[in-house]
């Protein structure tokens, strides 16, 4: 192993900026400097794309070799990237344990998005969900949340484009947004993902707005509140389902926080801010939760709420129970939702032939243990 992937040495890649703080203190000898020290790390790691401290060349020499015998700015490795027919590009890192994540980039005209884990695995068995067959192994920390944006950066070669996103005419190869849509429940693992937020939201380095930012979660009700508060960025809610008895057997959770209790969250604890919305993510099975009724109880549902109502198409794996509800159903459910005036877009799945659309992800080393 070579001395940069040292994994004795402490990662900063993904620290805060006040735990960056109290290590740099230790080694600067001008006290008043170390803000300063903090600032040119933090511009070298996120404006820059630097993994070696050898190369930030505005740092004392003598202070670049110090911190470079204690510290690594360690990305995480690709196991394995698949690129789909139609640009959508799966990664498969191995985390330092072995443990198996997956993240996806989903290039569009207007906008790309990244879509990243937070936990490996997940506990929390929704029916419809691949991952959800994965038994959670573990949170992941902020620096492997930060590890697999910072990956993509390198492997895309964007640190250059970032630079000048204001005057990209496509953004086509570039990331704009930042959704947490990966593997496993976000809010399941809030300080770390709040902390990866932080980071991805800091002005002097990646800087993605909050508005860019989207943390989805099957609704983990006590926590959605705190997160639009602290974090600030957007929410997604899994949905799927618009009556307890359906919603329990969909996305097991509801049987500790059901409809009632979700939908009461948001419209009265969570306060949203100028043009905000909620999105729900509502994924058509067939003769589930597709008919004509479900979309008129779902209109009632969200009555007097700002949202937004994505349609998801199933995405079918091996071993799914489900079925994919057809277009025009999907199509005459959309409708209704329309009619009350809320945006209801059809998701086009992406990334279907290498498994990275939405709900396929599974990391191969679950699978391997599976298969034996
Ligand atoms: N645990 C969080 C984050 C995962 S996001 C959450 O539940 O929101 C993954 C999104 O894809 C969720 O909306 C999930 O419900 C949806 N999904 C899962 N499996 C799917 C499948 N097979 N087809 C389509 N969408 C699916």
């Not at 805060?16 to 600067?28: K, V, Y």
């Not at 943390?215 to 949905?239: D, F, Q, R, W, Y």
């Not at 919305?277 to 939760?289: C, I, K, P, S, W």
Request: include cysteine.
């Amino acid at each position: 192993m070579s001395s940069k992937t040292n994994p004795q040495r402490l990662n900063v890649l993904g620290l805060g900026r006040d735990q960056l703080f109290s290590l740099i203190a230790d080694f600067e000898t001008q006290p008043k400097k170390v803000s300063m020290r903090v600032n040119q790390l933090w511009s070298w790691i996120y404006c820059h794309g630097i993994s070696s401290f050898d190369n930030m060349t505005n740092i004392d020499k003598n202070l670049r070799e110090k911190l470079e015998k204690v510290f690594r700015i360690s990305r995480l490795s690709i196991e394995k990237k698949e690129v789909s027919n139609d640009g959508t590009t799966k990664y498969l890192f191995c985390l330092e344990d072995q443990s198996k994540i997956e993240t996806v980039f989903i290039p569009e005209e207007t906008r790309s998005t990244l879509c990243i884990s937070s936990q490996v695995g997940c506990t929390l068995s929704c029916s419809f969900c691949h991952t959800g067959t994965q038994k959670l192994v573990r949170n992941l920390s902020s620096q492997e949340i930060i590890g697999q944006v910072i990956a993509v950066y390198d492997d895309l070669g964007l640190w250059e484009k970032m630079k000048n996103e204001r005057c990209q005419s496509s953004y086509f190869d570039i990331i704009t947004n930042i959704v947490f849509m990966g593997m496993g429940e976000p809010l399941l693992n809030y300080e770390e993902v709040k902390k990866a937020c932080n980071i991805l939201m800091d002005n002097k380095g990646l800087d993605f707005s909050r508005r860019r930012i989207t943390l989805s979660t099957a609704g983990i009700v006590p926590k959605i509140k705190m997160a639009h508060e602290e974090i600030g960025c957007m929410i997604a809610v899994s949905l799927h389902a618009t009556e307890d008895k359906t919603r329990d057997m969909l996305v097991p959770i509801n049987k500790k926080w059901n409809l009632e209790q979700l939908i009461g969250a948001l419209k009265n604890d969570v306060k949203l801010r100028n043009s905000e919305r909620v999105t729900f993510e509502y994924v058509m099975l067939d003769g589930v939760n597709d008919t004509n009724d479900d979309a008129h109880r779902l209109v009632k549902l969200l009555k007097g709420l700002p949202s937004k109502v994505n349609l998801i198409p199933f995405n079918s794996w091996t071993g799914s129970q489900y079925k994919r509800s057809n277009k025009d159903r999907i199509k005459a459910f959309r409708d209704i939702i329309i009619k009350s005036r809320l945006p209801s877009p059809i998701r086009k799945p992406r990334g279907e032939d290498i498994m990275a659309a939405c709900g396929q992800l599974k990391s191969s080393s679950a699978k391997e243990k599976a298969s034996i």
